[in-house]
């Protein structure tokens, strides 16, 4: 049994991390001495039906299949899809079929997380968002969360451990327990311990709502910090916030009056797009929280589609390999792989894997997917529906 409940990596990558029945399938398979060459597609819907979701997760997915005697075709992470494969995978089955369950988990969550991170993102464009949610999740799953919220868009993310593996640096300040520890009536001597102990890279930005009024706080952090005060943060509590807006512009107005118009405005605590989209007009920045972390995975399925060359899918499915397009207009279109895709389309499924070796680091970069995600949300006008 390892520590903390966390199944590592060495059981993922030796196939333990499956549900029984591959185990099984497997041994029957053996038994009849079979192991028929596959085509098999992951797919959330079969048609394009115009709900877009974020592809996401395909780095560890990729190193999943790695080595193994396979081919494989994914639509590069950070397109956005409604319909038809985001991954084929070709080759006997048998060298595959074990690693469906952490493959699907891979590409679900991430894909979930990416697209909840994408609705704040496309809520407020021009606004920083930084990803505050990984107290949500098991800690194994820190940097999937974080990671996920880059190839939305984000401009950070608040856990340690998980900048350590991604190769980015954690954003954050302070928490209310910090001027609780110097107790009520103090907050002046937490702001002051922090800019006194904290690196100087840090921006001094200073949690106004523990204990008094917004107001009341962030005129005191002012006077407490002068000219080093960068920004103050609004967290408070759902229940005791009123009316969040009213409560933003009174203290960019009270900032103003003082002359520390530069002072800058971040708020969080249980924020969505919809908030996002009231108060991004008012504030300079939002961390995000639950609303991205605890996404709901989007509902892969593997499938197999055709067996030795020929067309073959269980009810409900489509036959055949397919391919996906972004069409001129912005939409999404699937077709067989072996016909010609729509006038002025752009295939999406590219070249990852041949006889188990990675042929490309082009779908799986992280800026590279940021950029594409961005870019798509634009073309196929998402969230435009909420403005």
Same mark, same amino acid.
């Given at each position: 049994?390892?520590?903390f ?15 029984? *029945?591959?185990? /099984?399938?497997?041994?029957? =398979? ?5 192991? #028929?060459?596959?085509v ?16 996401? !997760? =395909? ?14 075709? +994914? ?12 991954? /084929? ?7 595959f $079929? /074990? ?14 997380i ?19 949610? @990984? ?13 996920? +919220? ?16 991604? !190769? ?8 209310? +327990?910090?001027?609780?520890? &110097?107790?009520?009536g ?5 702001w /002051? ?13 200073? =949690?106004?709502?523990? *204990? ?9 952090? %002012?006077? +407490?910090?002068?000219?080093? =005060? ?13 009316? &969040? ?20 405005? *971040? ?5 969505? #797009? ?23 995975? %989007?509902?892969?399925?593997?499938d ?28 999404h ?28 680091e082009?779908? &799986?970069?992280?800026?590279? @997917? ?8 634009? $073309?196929?006008? *998402? ?5």
């Amino acid at each position: 049994m390892t520590e903390f409940d966390i199944v590592d990596a060495a059981a993922i990558r030796d196939g333990r991390a499956t549900d029984a *029945y591959f185990e /099984r399938t497997e041994a029957a =398979l053996a038994a009849a001495g079979k192991n #028929p060459h596959v085509v098999a597609e992951v797919t959330a819907d079969q048609f394009p039906d115009g709900d877009f979701e974020l592809f996401a !997760g =395909l780095e560890n997915a990729v190193a999943l299949l790695e080595g193994r005697d396979v081919d494989v075709d +994914a639509v590069p992470e950070g397109r956005l899809f409604d319909g038809g494969p985001v991954m /084929r995978i070709t080759g006997p089955y048998r060298s595959f $079929a /074990r690693f469906e369950t952490s493959l699907l988990g891979f590409l679900s969550h991430a894909s979930g997380i990416a697209t909840a991170g994408l609705d704040c993102r496309v809520a407020a464009p021009d606004s920083q968002v930084l990803s505050f949610g @990984a107290r949500h999740v098991h800690p194994a799953m820190a940097a999937t969360v974080e990671r996920s +919220a880059l190839v939305a868009g984000f401009d950070g993310f608040s856990h340690v451990a998980a900048g350590d593996l991604i !190769g980015r640096e954690a954003s954050g300040t302070m928490p209310h +327990a910090l001027a609780i520890c &110097f107790g009520r009536g103090n907050q002046e001597a937490a702001w /002051r311990a922090f800019d006194e102990g904290v690196d100087e890279a840090v921006p001094r930005i200073a =949690l106004c709502d523990t *204990y008094s009024d917004e107001v009341d706080e962030v005129l005191r952090a %002012v006077e +407490a910090l002068g000219d080093r =005060l960068d920004g103050v943060r609004l967290d408070t509590t759902g229940s005791r916030r009123g009316d &969040f807006r009213h409560i933003v512009r009174e203290v960019q107005w009270e900032l103003d009056a003082r002359g520390h118009e530069d002072v800058d405005v *971040y708020v969080s605590g249980g924020l969505g #797009p919809a908030d996002l989209r009231e108060l991004r007009d008012v504030v300079d920045g939002f961390g995000v929280g639950g609303y991205v972390s605890n996404a709901e995975p %989007v509902d892969f399925a593997l499938d197999i589609v055709a067996v030795d060359d020929e067309p073959a899918a269980k009810r409900g499915k489509l036959s055949g390999a397919k391919a996906v397009y972004r069409t001129a207009d912005g939409a999404h279109a699937v077709g067989l792989a072996d016909r010609s895709g729509p006038d002025g389309a752009e295939s999406l499924m590219e070249p990852v894997i041949r006889g188990g070796e990675v042929v490309s680091e082009t779908p &799986f970069d992280l800026d590279a @997917a940021t950029d594409r995600a961005l870019a798509d949300a634009d $073309a196929v006008g *998402y969230g435009t529906e909420s403005e």
